[in-house]
């Protein structure tokens, strides 16, 4: 169908407390170069000279992919790895320092909540506002009018002023203007994670539908391995700036995601050193060990007694704090989360001022042989997240083989996330189960 998006040796750097040079004359001279073809004198580039400069950094550097008409690509990475910076290159809101990227069409982007519209204009207003800046007359607006409106479900406020809007209209009606005006690339970005979780599926289920019925090309950037895994092909993942990886299913980019900084150790443990989270929880120590405490390591047997132990402090105490932990296949598939919460309140552990060590016991012979992700989330219930499960900085790899079951004809991993030991047996077909 043709490339879309051709990047060549794009790299950007930025100036650590700078947005320019600060003095004219070199504003100037670097604006000539530009014109001319020739190298900014002022944007020094190389090795040494970023090992050199400490208030300079690379945000992006040497980044060369090219993406069909019509693909869906998944382009992820941990915060700070240039996902936003490339989306805000596509789009032309900022130039790259070096390389250069084609693109074969018009492009409309979701990158942060509220880009795009003028906050004293309509939401209406707004609507042929964004089909101006794409090209549109509003003939061909008017025409697509209702249906915009009907996909943000705002029809109640579409003619309030949009300084307004909560950020969950934003984004409603940010989405149903960018899906529905013409255009042939789409860019999204963590921006959709602002909407309730029925309304990304639906924005998710459009970007599918727009890129195979209309042959629209879509980037769509997250940390919710769930939604690329439902919309991407294919991916990108970045690794603080450069790219680490450029895939052709999105399964394998995920499993390689989550998998991301934990290969280099043997054993499940985080430590942190006291600064993440809030004066309700701030964990010191996450890690899988033994009855004892004891460090395990993996892989682990699936009929082991392994738990997940918690330490934190707490200066604050408040009685919505929930300490959860979500559990992922490598394949970013959702298998299953487990709160503090879960028993009956007598049951509930108990949060001190001070230091606190809570701890769970993960199930046997529940999870296939394989390897997952364990995310550590928590809030303060339906008031406020201090870990979100989707930007946690606490994660651990847990990998395990064997101990499937005592059967002499179950000897191989089973094409499942869990594989549970069930009882079974016979009855008197007499007397049946009730006696």
């Given at each position: 169908?043709?490339?879309?998006v051709?990047?060549e040796?794009?790299?950007?750097e930025?100036r650590?407390?700078?947005?320019?040079?600060?003095?004219l004359?070199?504003?100037?001279?670097?604006?000539?170069?530009?014109?001319?073809?020739k190298?900014d004198?002022?944007?020094?580039?190389g090795?040494d000279h970023?090992?050199?400069?400490k208030?300079?950094?690379?945000?992006?550097?040497?980044?060369?992919f090219?993406i069909?008409?019509?693909?869906?690509v998944?382009?992820v990475?941990?915060?700070?790895?240039?996902?936003?910076?490339?989306?805000?290159?596509?789009s032309?809101?900022?130039a790259?320092?070096?390389?250069?990227?084609k693109?074969?069409?018009?492009?409309?982007?979701?990158?942060e909540v509220?880009?795009?519209?003028?906050?004293?204009?309509?939401?209406?207003?707004?609507?042929y506002?964004?089909?101006?800046?794409?090209?549109?007359?509003n003939?061909?607006?008017?025409?697509?009018?209702?249906?915009?409106i009907?996909?943000?479900?705002?029809?109640?406020?579409i003619?309030t002023p949009?300084?307004?809007?909560?950020?969950?209209m934003?984004?409603?009606?940010a989405?149903?203007?960018?899906?529905?005006?013409?255009?042939?690339?789409?860019l999204?970005?963590?921006?959709l994670?602002?909407g309730d979780?029925?309304?990304?599926k639906?924005?998710?289920?459009?970007?599918?539908?727009?890129s195979?019925?209309e042959g629209?090309?879509?980037?769509?950037?997250?940390?919710n391995?769930?939604?690329v895994?439902?919309?991407c092909?294919?991916?990108i993942?970045?690794?603080?700036?450069?790219?680490?990886?450029?895939?052709d299913?999105s399964?394998t980019?995920?499993r390689?995601?989550?998998?991301?900084?934990?290969?280099?150790t043997?054993?499940?443990?985080?430590?942190?050193?006291?600064s993440?989270?809030?004066?309700?929880?701030?964990?010191?120590?996450?890690y899988?060990g033994?009855?004892?405490?004891?460090?395990?390591?993996?892989?682990i047997g699936?009929?082991s007694d392994?738990?997940?132990y918690?330490?934190f402090?707490s200066q604050?105490?408040?009685?919505?704090?929930?300490?959860a932990?979500?559990l992922?296949?490598?394949?970013?598939d959702?298998?299953?989360?487990?709160?503090d919460?879960?028993?009956?309140?007598?049951?509930?552990?108990?949060?001190?001022?001070?230091?606190n060590?809570?701890?769970?016991?993960?199930?046997?012979?529940?999870?296939?042989?394989?390897e997952?992700?364990?995310?550590i989330?928590?809030s303060?219930?339906q008031?406020?997240?201090?870990?979100?499960?989707?930007?946690?900085?606490i994660?651990l790899y847990?990998?395990i083989?064997?101990?499937?079951?005592d059967?002499?004809?179950?000897?191989?991993?089973?094409?499942?996330?869990?594989?549970p030991?069930?009882?079974?047996?016979?009855?008197?077909?007499?007397?049946?189960?009730?006696?």
């Amino acid at each position: 169908m043709g490339i879309a998006v051709r990047a060549e040796h794009l790299s950007k750097e930025y100036r650590l407390g700078a947005i320019n040079h600060g003095m004219l004359y070199k504003d100037i001279q670097s604006w000539i170069a530009r014109k001319t073809g020739k190298g900014d004198p002022h944007a020094q580039i190389g090795a040494d000279h970023f090992a050199d400069q400490k208030d300079r950094f690379w945000a992006l550097k040497d980044l060369n992919f090219e993406i069909e008409q019509g693909d869906r690509v998944g382009i992820v990475g941990k915060n700070g790895a240039g996902k936003s910076t490339l989306l805000k290159i596509l789009s032309r809101i900022t130039a790259p320092t070096e390389g250069t990227v084609k693109i074969k069409g018009r492009i409309v982007s979701l990158l942060e909540v509220g880009t795009g519209f003028h906050p004293e204009l309509t939401g209406r207003e707004n609507i042929y506002l964004n089909g101006a800046i794409l090209g549109m007359k509003n003939r061909a607006v008017s025409q697509k009018l209702d249906e915009i409106i009907a996909f943000s479900e705002i029809q109640q406020f579409i003619d309030t002023p949009v300084k307004r809007y909560s950020s969950g209209m934003y984004v409603r009606l940010a989405f149903a203007v960018a899906a529905h005006l013409d255009s042939d690339i789409l860019l999204a970005d963590e921006v959709l994670a602002v909407g309730d979780a029925a309304f990304q599926k639906k924005c998710i289920g459009k970007m599918e539908n727009v890129s195979k019925n209309e042959g629209r090309t879509v980037l769509f950037v997250s940390h919710n391995m769930g939604a690329v895994k439902q919309l991407c092909q294919s991916g990108i993942m970045l690794t603080k700036g450069v790219i680490s990886g450029i895939y052709d299913d999105s399964s394998t980019l995920i499993r390689d995601y989550l998998l991301s900084g934990h290969q280099s150790t043997n054993v499940a443990r985080w430590r942190g050193d006291g600064s993440l989270g809030s004066a309700h929880f701030r964990p010191s120590e996450v890690y899988l060990g033994n009855e004892g405490g004891e460090l395990v390591e993996m892989p682990i047997g699936n009929n082991s007694d392994t738990w997940l132990y918690i330490r934190f402090s707490s200066q604050e105490l408040d009685s919505a704090l929930e300490i959860a932990y979500y559990l992922n296949s490598a394949d970013g598939d959702f298998v299953y989360y487990s709160q503090d919460t879960d028993t009956e309140i007598a049951r509930w552990p108990t949060v001190r001022i001070g230091d606190n060590l809570f701890r769970t016991k993960l199930p046997k012979r529940l999870l296939s042989e394989g390897e997952y992700t364990i995310r550590i989330v928590v809030s303060l219930y339906q008031r406020a997240w201090i870990f979100e499960p989707n930007t946690t900085p606490i994660s651990l790899y847990l990998s395990i083989k064997g101990d499937m079951s005592d059967s002499p004809y179950w000897t191989t991993r089973r094409a499942t996330v869990v594989s549970p030991v069930l009882p079974w047996e016979s009855l008197d077909p007499a007397k049946g189960a009730i006696t």
